[in-house]
Antibody, heavy 117, light 107 residues
Framework: QVKLLQSGAALVKPGASVKMSCKAS????????VSWVKQSHGKSLEWIGE????????NFNEKFKGKATLTVDKSTSTAYMELSRLTSEDSAIYYC??????????WGQGVMVTVSS | DIQMTQSPSFLSASVGDRVTINCKAS??????LNWYQQKLGEAPKRLIY???NLQTGIPSRFSGSGSGTDYTLTISSLQPEDFATYFC?????????FGGGTKLELK
């Protein structure tokens, strides 16, 4: 069955970077875009961007350009998102999800990122 | 960016009630509208895609409708497991945007 398994929670210092992973299984990784979504505590959801593993093509929310970097490793069916220059505003849960024609049929379990000194 | 205004933000209802949740887009989104359910501590789960298509495995008491800028999620007869938060998502144009959420609580 389809699974998106995300890496564990992270506690990082302000100004640092964090890289999280999303390992796909149960489907052909290169056939689906992988999107990333932010959920701040008690708030709604924000779409960060997406990457197409087959080509590396990306689409980004302008708000997250310069903040998020998306990459993939096709050999391990894993997508990565790195967030840089972290501030308290980046503390949130981050989800990966996939899409083919329509987004978000399967989601990872989420990664909680806490930015604190 | 397309703004998605979801209403109500909170909804109190009883088991067996029929409830509706609305999303209004700031411009025409051509029925590219999905609905998600999220329970505390869990990832969102897709219920409906492209306005009115029921996700596999989702009970038929959930349905969606709408066009243009106005969309509705209906739960025909609330079950205990339906008390959760619901979000809409427009995927007509980048950046995709979510509604602010509706928290459905037991009255």
């Amino acid at each position: 069955q389809v699974k998106l398994l995300q890496s564990g929670a992270a506690l990082v210092k302000p100004g640092a970077s964090v890289k999280m992973s999303c390992k796909a299984s149960g489907y052909t990784f290169t056939d689906y875009w992988v999107s990333w979504v932010k959920q701040s505590h008690g708030k709604s959801l924000e779409w960060i961007g997406e990457i197409y593993p087959n080509s590396g093509a990306t689409n980004f929310n302008e708000k997250f350009k310069g903040k998020a970097t998306l990459t993939v490793d096709k050999s391990t069916s894993t997508a990565y998102m790195e967030l840089s220059r972290l501030t308290s505003e980046d503390s949130a849960i981050y989800y990966c999800t996939r899409r083919r024609a329509t987004p978000g049929d399967y989601w990872g379990q989420g990664v909680m990122v806490t930015v604190s000194s | 960016d397309i703004q998605m205004t979801q209403s109500p933000s909170f909804l109190s209802a009883s088991v067996g009630d029929r409830v509706t949740i609305n999303c209004k887009a700031s411009q025409n989104i051509n029925k590219y509208l999905n609905w998600y359910q999220q329970k505390l501590g869990e990832a969102p789960k897709r219920l409906i895609y492209n306005t009115n298509n029921l996700q596999t495995g989702i009970p038929s008491r959930f349905s969606g409708s709408g066009s243009g800028t106005d969309y509705t999620l209906t739960i025909s007869s609330l079950q205990p497991e339906d008390f959760a938060t619901y979000f809409c998502l427009q995927h007509n144009s980048f950046p995709w945007t979510f509604g602010g959420g509706t928290k459905l609580e037991l009255k």
